[in-house]
């Protein structure tokens, strides 16, 4: 007796809803065929039982189908197909698909007239902990040479502006001073201010233990001077603006404008880059000593309203322990964080890949490689005026 998924004789009653049945009519042929509702929701066969009955007979070199007793199908029915499609050409029988329904090989052409992307199918695999290992290091380096490249071409396009022979829209410079600029002052105001609060506040918790609250104001005033102000400006332009400038130049590599410019003879590197980046160095110094000013407001709140200390008192303790040297570093910090932060942008969105996805990952990498290049900056920028003794 045969069992019920190989049954020779097509006018047996089907057994049940959604059926396999196989025939050979020749010895170099497999017949399929397919009985009852091959719906969604129904007990589909898996495609796995073809390809045993296929190892089953070694002189099979063709597989046709039959679907004379199918009454209804979907697209379940097309899904079985496709994996059974999918295992039978690895090996080298061929495929006949003369007794589908016409809509059944319509469908089934479409879904493979596209070879499935190499890579596009994301598979769990363990690699070895060194193949890991090696792949890091190769990524890290292929990703050095590219920030190199882009650094020196970044270079190549400002000695190309002030020779006078780049190539970009005025009016966008001044677009891009005034956001980054003037509509950046409320946010840099209100972290700014927050920064002095909290310097003064924890500064004056220690030094009213050996009543030398009065060097508050020197403490946030040279903290602010010298270092934190830029910091936190960079920080703040890091996530507004270097965000922004990786968003929009993103979006044009979506759009392929940037090919377009490529197409047109007009290099990105001067059209789109190099105005973001003059913008930032240009505004960063000023946004910075803006920045200082605010946060020695803060820590005078702290001084006047909770040590009483008054605020003329105040002022000329902070003018006294401040001096050229204090405010020049923190003019260096402000000027690499702005470069820093114009080529972390406009790098990640160069990189952009063409779909909205690679949008949001290139404005989250600019963010992050910003404030990790402010604080590789902060720390080296330390280190040599420590040095330096200044």
């Given at each position: 007796?045969?069992?019920?998924?190989?049954?020779?004789?097509?006018?047996?009653?089907?057994?049940?809803?959604?059926?396999?049945?196989?025939?050979?009519?020749?010895?170099?042929?497999?017949?399929?065929?397919?009985?009852?509702?091959?719906?969604?929701?129904?007990?589909?066969?898996?495609?796995?039982?073809?390809?045993?009955?296929?190892?089953?007979?070694?002189?099979?070199?063709?597989?046709?189908?039959?679907?004379?007793?199918?009454?209804?199908?979907?697209?379940?029915?097309?899904?079985?197909?496709?994996?059974?499609?999918?295992?039978?050409?690895?090996?080298?029988?061929?495929?006949?698909?003369?007794?589908?329904?016409?809509?059944?090989?319509?469908?089934?052409?479409?879904?493979?007239?596209?070879?499935?992307?190499?890579?596009?199918?994301?598979?769990?695999?363990?690699?070895?902990?060194?193949?890991?290992?090696?792949?890091?290091?190769?990524?890290?380096?292929?990703?050095?040479?590219?920030?190199?490249?882009?650094?020196?071409?970044?270079?190549?396009?400002?000695?190309?502006?002030?020779?006078?022979?780049?190539?970009?829209?005025?009016?966008?410079?001044?677009?891009?001073?005034?956001?980054?600029?003037?509509?950046?002052?409320?946010?840099?105001?209100?972290?700014?201010?927050?920064?002095?609060?909290?310097?003064?506040?924890?500064?004056?918790?220690?030094?009213?233990?050996?009543?030398?609250?009065?060097?508050?104001?020197?403490?946030?005033?040279?903290?602010?001077?010298?270092?934190?102000?830029?910091?936190?400006?960079?920080?703040?332009?890091?996530?507004?603006?270097?965000?922004?400038?990786?968003?929009?130049?993103?979006?044009?590599?979506?759009?392929?404008?940037?090919?377009?410019?490529?197409?047109?003879?007009?290099?990105?590197?001067?059209?789109?880059?190099?105005?973001?980046?003059?913008?930032?160095?240009?505004m960063m110094p000023l946004l910075c000593i803006y920045a200082d000013l605010m946060g020695i407001l803060g820590g005078m709140i702290v001084g006047v309203g909770m040590l009483d200390i008054e605020v003329e008192l105040y002022i000329n303790q902070t003018l006294k322990a401040l001096n050229?040297?204090?405010?020049?570093?923190?003019?260096?910090?402000?000027?690499?964080?702005?470069?820093?932060?114009?080529?972390?942008?406009?790098?990640?969105?160069?990189?952009?890949?063409?779909?909205?996805?690679?949008?949001?990952?290139?404005?989250?990498?600019?963010?992050?490689?910003?404030?990790?290049?402010?604080?590789?900056?902060?720390?080296?920028?330390?280190?040599?005026?420590?040095?330096?003794?200044?």
């Open positions: 007796m045969p069992d019920n998924h190989q049954l020779n004789s097509v006018g047996e009653k089907p057994s049940g809803p959604c059926e396999i049945y196989y025939d050979q009519p020749d010895g170099n042929t497999l017949l399929v065929g397919l009985r009852g509702k091959w719906i969604l929701g129904a007990a589909i066969p898996s495609a796995d039982e073809v390809q045993k009955q296929i190892r089953s007979h070694p002189t099979v070199r063709r597989i046709g189908f039959d679907t004379r007793q199918l009454t209804d199908w979907d697209s379940g029915m097309l899904t079985f197909l496709l994996k059974v499609i999918t295992q039978i050409q690895k090996s080298s029988v061929k495929i006949d698909d003369g007794g589908l329904p016409e809509g059944v090989k319509k469908l089934l052409h479409l879904a493979t007239a596209v070879p499935e992307r190499k890579g596009a199918r994301k598979e769990k695999t363990h690699e070895p902990l060194l193949q890991r290992i090696g792949d890091y290091a190769v990524d890290t380096g292929r990703a050095t040479v590219e920030y190199i490249d882009f650094i020196g071409a970044a270079f190549l396009a400002l000695l190309k502006f002030l020779a006078g022979k780049a190539r970009f829209q005025r009016s966008d410079l001044i677009l891009f001073i005034e956001q980054s600029g003037a509509q950046a002052l409320p946010i840099v105001t209100l972290i700014s201010v927050l920064v002095g609060l909290i310097f003064a506040f924890i500064g004056a918790v220690q030094l009213m233990m050996f009543g030398a609250q009065i060097y508050v104001a020197d403490l946030v005033g040279i903290a602010m001077m010298r270092v934190m102000g830029a910091v936190m400006t960079g920080v703040i332009m890091a996530g507004r603006t270097g965000a922004a400038f990786a968003a929009q130049i993103g979006t044009m590599q979506v759009n392929e404008e940037v090919d377009a410019l490529l197409t047109l003879g007009i290099s990105p590197m001067e059209f789109l880059v190099l105005p973001r980046m003059l913008a930032l160095i240009l050229l040297t204090h405010f020049a570093i923190g003019i260096v910090h402000s000027i690499v964080f702005g470069v820093l932060i114009a080529l972390a942008g406009c790098l990640r969105g160069i990189q952009c890949g063409r779909s909205a996805s690679a949008v949001g990952d290139a404005t989250t990498s600019a963010v992050v490689t910003s404030i990790v290049a402010i604080v590789v900056a902060t720390a080296i920028i330390t280190v040599v005026c420590n040095v330096m003794g200044i």
